[in-house]
């Protein structure tokens, strides 16, 4: 984050309308609001960005094969993100669709502008273009037919289109980005984009697309063959959306904005394409562009077709939304990928919010309910005899992370400043055990009793104050059961001890956080024991896998004779499969898909060597093949007539 404490505007990526968004996507956001938060907390104006990219060719794709329009593909998509973020509390300032006539338009002047200044020039383009990632490639990128990114392959196109001038502005992007050390973050990924400047020539950049190939984007205003490349105008909503050409106050308020907040998929062009055209614009570059690493299942990319892409909604319904937040801010060290399985997620659950903060905030509404007549007690003099019993320790512990807590998030490691606060919490949790309230009670020491149960719960309303950013609803909840009035915190109103009003009305609402167990679901795969050999696929770093790999997979056809649902699972089937010369038992994740009496005598394709494993407690000896696009999915099936049990290579 930035030094500068004027104002903070951040932003995320504008996301791609092509499907519905899942934890990526939920992740960049919950960051984006957690920083906000922290800063309406230091009452800093705050200006918070996230939106839709709806242009271009991966738009138009998953348009035609719904055969509904570009448009209407965005309108549908959409409502989903939108959903989203209010499920996860999610509290942006604005939200922009590239498609809106506030962005369409300030694209339109730029590029005019750019055009007539000579930034932009007409040329022949010759080269290999990539339609997953939307860009053309050098040949060095390719190292076969296939695209670097997407392992699809890549096609070869010669076309006239228009250029900006990206290349000369090499040396002063080295420059800019050498003298200023905070400006790409972490560090490392400053040294990874001055890598790729200083490798080679920078190329001019392609900022059109022929209407003959692509008719789904800004037309370009000086020629109307061709409509504007989809990575040019996306960028341009971080200005568009903040009054660029079209509300001068209001940009002069917000730009240059604080942090664009990215994952380091798209680092190139947030650090190379971004800064050259604000430079040719005339624009001040943004005073940092952060790029987090990655959400990984387990150890492996999450891809759709691996089927283990984490849907936020779900987590949402299963945990809560707070729980959800809680932990992608907390698990994850900013800069680096992170593992996420449901296993870790409720064991921190259950040791960081029910037993540290759950407890401890039950505990103490609990016993100012029985012992306080449901009143904050008096404002104690802390005695000796009181820092003997622990005050002091807790005292420090809050008073610590109020103050550092701070100084963690503005480097943006949030896991520590979150470690930082729990330690707070956790030191209120021990003193409490010190102090034993209930035994003083028991003796009728009630001078001790609201000694410690009003440095409990004025340490409690500061640590959830501190907490807020990260689970808003939770916090406010705790907040007002504690009788705090104002609910939406400022870092200035808990800076010091004592200032919890005596005599507040304390409620005691249900448990906050309730234990949960860990279930095994359809998403999880079962832990392997340690040397035993594993059919499960390991990708290497470019996601490839070796001949042997897939050679290690054995597939059969099947055909199903029996299939029924299994209760309380709403995605699950339970089949009888007849592979010829034996019988199996396979749970698969297709009822919502399927009725089970459609699936009776169909042909199959099942992988027969995979580790048996129980789902819901159901055993499943294999896992059959399916194909699917956005929420479509489609068994493999074979038609003809081979008999069950026939190998498939
Ligand atoms: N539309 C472009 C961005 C244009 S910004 C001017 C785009 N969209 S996207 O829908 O593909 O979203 C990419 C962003 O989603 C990543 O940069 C990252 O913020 C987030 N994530 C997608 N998958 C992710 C993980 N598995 N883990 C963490 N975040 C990732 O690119």
Same mark, same amino acid.
């Given at each position: 984050?930035?030094?500068?404490?004027?104002?903070?505007?951040?932003?995320?990526?504008?996301?791609?309308?092509?499907?519905?968004?899942?934890?990526?996507?939920?992740?960049?956001? @919950?960051?984006?609001? /957690?920083?906000?938060?922290?800063?309406?907390?230091?009452?800093?104006?705050?200006?918070? &960005?996230?939106?839709?990219?709806?242009?271009?060719?991966?738009?138009?794709?998953?348009?035609?094969?719904?055969?509904?329009?570009?448009? *209407?593909?965005?309108?549908?998509?959409?409502?989903?993100?939108?959903?989203?973020?209010?499920?996860?509390?999610?509290?942006?300032?604005?939200?922009?669709?590239?498609?809106?006539?506030?962005?369409?338009?300030?694209?339109?002047?730029?590029?005019?502008?750019?055009?007539?200044?000579?930034? @932009?020039?007409?040329?022949?383009?010759?080269?290999?273009?990539?339609?997953?990632? =939307?860009?053309?490639?050098?040949?060095?990128?390719?190292?076969?037919?296939?695209?670097?990114?997407?392992?699809?392959?890549?096609?070869?196109?010669?076309?006239?289109?228009?250029?900006?001038?990206? #290349?000369?502005?090499?040396?002063?992007?080295?420059?800019?980005?050498?003298?200023?050390?905070?400006?790409?973050?972490?560090?490392?990924?400053?040294?990874?984009?001055?890598?790729? &400047?200083?490798?080679?020539?920078?190329?001019?950049?392609?900022?059109?697309?022929?209407? #003959?190939?692509?008719?789904?984007?800004?037309?370009?205003?000086?020629?109307?063959?061709?409509?504007?490349?989809?990575?040019?105008?996306?960028?341009?909503?971080?200005?568009?959306?903040?009054?660029?050409?079209?509300?001068?106050?209001?940009?002069?308020?917000?730009?240059?904005?604080?942090?664009?907040?990215?994952?380091?998929?798209?680092?190139?062009?947030?650090?190379?394409?971004?800064?050259?055209?604000?430079?040719?614009?005339?624009?001040?570059?943004?005073?940092?562009?952060?790029?987090?690493?990655?959400?990984?299942?387990?150890?492996?990319?999450? #891809?759709?077709?691996?089927?283990?892409?984490?849907?936020?909604?779900?987590?949402?319904?299963?945990?809560?939304?707070?729980?959800?937040?809680?932990?992608?801010? $907390? *698990?994850?060290?900013?800069?680096?990928?992170?593992?996420?399985? =449901?296993?870790?997620?409720?064991?921190?659950?259950?040791?960081?919010?029910?037993?540290?903060?759950?407890?401890?905030?039950?505990?103490?509404?609990?016993?100012?309910?029985?012992?306080?007549?449901?009143?904050?007690?008096?404002?104690? /003099?802390?005695?000796?005899?009181?820092?003997?019993?622990?005050?002091?320790?807790?005292?420090?512990?809050?008073?610590?992370?109020?103050?550092?807590?701070?100084?963690?998030?503005?480097?943006?490691?949030?896991?520590?400043?979150?470690?930082?606060?729990?330690?707070?919490?956790?030191?209120?949790?021990?003193?409490?055990?010190?102090? $034993?309230?209930?035994?003083?009670?028991?003796?009728?020491?009630?001078?001790?009793?609201?000694?410690?149960?009003?440095?409990?719960?004025?340490?409690?309303?500061?640590?959830?104050?501190?907490?807020?950013?990260?689970?808003?609803?939770?916090?406010?909840?705790?907040?007002?059961?504690?009788? /705090?009035?104002?609910?939406?915190?400022?870092?200035?109103? @808990?800076?010091?001890?004592?200032?919890?009003?005596?005599?507040?009305?304390?409620?005691?609402?249900?448990?906050?956080?309730?234990?949960?167990?860990?279930?095994?679901?359809?998403?999880?795969?079962?832990?392997?024991?340690?040397?035993?050999?594993?059919?499960?696929?390991?990708?290497?770093?470019?996601?490839?896998?070796?001949?042997?790999?897939?050679?290690?997979?054995?597939?059969?056809?099947?055909?199903?004779?029996?299939?029924?649902?299994?209760?309380?699972?709403?995605?699950?089937?339970?089949?009888?499969?007849?592979?010829?010369?034996?019988?199996?038992? @396979?749970?698969?994740?297709?009822?919502?898909?399927?009725?089970?009496?459609?699936?009776?005598?169909?042909?199959?394709?099942?992988?027969?060597?995979?580790?048996?494993?129980?789902?819901?407690?159901?055993?499943?000896?294999?896992?059959?093949?399916?194909?699917?696009?956005?929420?479509?999915?489609?068994?493999? #099936?074979?038609?003809?007539?081979?008999?069950?049990?026939? /190998?498939?290579?």
């Amino acid at each position: 984050m930035s030094e500068d404490t004027s104002h903070f505007y951040v932003t995320t990526p504008i996301y791609y309308v092509n499907d519905k968004p899942h934890i990526g996507h939920a992740y960049t956001t @919950i960051l984006a609001d /957690v920083l906000a938060n922290y800063n309406r907390l230091l009452n800093i104006p705050t200006h918070f &960005l996230t939106g839709t990219d709806e242009h271009g060719q991966k738009v138009q794709e998953a348009a035609s094969v719904k055969g509904i329009t570009p448009k *209407e593909q965005c309108d549908q998509t959409v409502v989903r993100f939108e959903e989203l973020w209010k499920r996860l509390e999610i509290k942006n300032d604005d939200f922009i669709r590239t498609t809106e006539k506030r962005h369409t338009d300030v694209v339109q002047k730029t590029l005019q502008d750019l055009f007539d200044r000579g930034e @932009i020039y007409k040329g022949e383009y010759q080269g290999w273009y990539c339609v997953s990632s =939307e860009r053309f490639l050098t040949e060095k990128d390719l190292t076969d037919e296939n695209s670097p990114d997407y392992g699809r392959p890549v096609e070869s196109i010669i076309e006239s289109n228009y250029f900006f001038k990206m #290349s000369k502005y090499q040396d002063w992007l080295i420059d800019y980005i050498e003298t200023n050390p905070d400006f790409i973050q972490p560090a490392f990924r400053a040294n990874e984009t001055l890598g790729f &400047l200083k490798k080679k020539p920078l190329q001019d950049l392609c900022i059109s697309r022929p209407k #003959s190939r692509l008719e789904w984007g800004i037309e370009l205003p000086f020629d109307s063959d061709f409509v504007t490349y989809v990575w040019f105008d996306a960028l341009i909503n971080y200005i568009s959306a903040v009054g660029y050409r079209s509300d001068e106050s209001m940009f002069n308020d917000l730009w240059p904005c604080s942090c664009h907040l990215i994952g380091k998929d798209i680092l190139t062009t947030h650090t190379v394409y971004w800064p050259t055209m604000l430079k040719a614009m005339g624009l001040e570059m943004p005073q940092s562009i952060f790029a987090h690493g990655w959400w990984l299942t387990g150890r492996t990319k999450m #891809s759709k077709s691996l089927g283990n892409v984490v849907d936020p909604m779900e987590m949402i319904d299963r945990y809560g939304v707070d729980a959800f937040r809680y932990f992608l801010v $907390a *698990e994850m060290k900013l800069g680096q990928d992170a593992s996420f399985t =449901e296993e870790a997620f409720v064991k921190r659950y259950n040791s960081d919010l029910a037993n540290d903060l759950g407890n401890v905030a039950n505990r103490v509404l609990n016993m100012i309910c029985r012992y306080c007549n449901n009143r904050i007690p008096p404002l104690p /003099v802390l005695t000796t005899l009181d820092a003997e019993a622990g005050a002091n320790e807790v005292l420090k512990a809050v008073e610590d992370a109020v103050t550092n807590s701070g100084d963690y998030i503005r480097d943006m490691k949030l896991d520590s400043a979150v470690a930082l606060i729990m330690a707070a919490v956790r030191s209120i949790n021990v003193y409490l055990q010190e102090r $034993a309230p209930w035994a003083a009670a028991k003796e009728g020491r009630w001078a001790d009793v609201e000694t410690s149960l009003y440095v409990a719960a004025d340490a409690l309303q500061r640590c959830a104050a501190l907490l807020h950013p990260i689970m808003p609803e939770k916090m406010l909840k705790l907040r007002s059961a504690l009788g /705090v009035q104002e609910l939406v915190p400022v870092l200035d109103k @808990i800076r010091s001890f004592g200032e919890l009003k005596s005599g507040l009305e304390v409620n005691q609402p249900d448990a906050l956080f309730p234990r949960v167990e860990f279930k095994a679901t359809e998403l999880e795969v079962p832990k392997k024991k340690k040397k035993e050999k594993t059919m499960e696929p390991t990708t290497s770093e470019d996601g490839l896998i070796t001949f042997d790999q897939v050679m290690a997979v054995q597939m059969k056809t099947a055909r199903i004779v029996e299939a029924e649902k299994i209760e309380d699972a709403d995605r699950l089937l339970k089949l009888q499969v007849d592979l010829g010369d034996e019988k199996r038992q @396979i749970v698969a994740g297709i009822a919502l898909h399927y009725a089970p009496e459609s699936l009776l005598n169909k042909t199959v394709v099942v992988v027969v060597n995979l580790k048996p494993a129980k789902l819901r407690g159901v055993i499943s000896e294999g896992m059959l093949l399916a194909a699917s696009a956005g929420d479509e999915l489609q068994l493999v #099936s074979i038609g003809g007539d081979l008999p069950p049990g026939s /190998v498939v290579k």
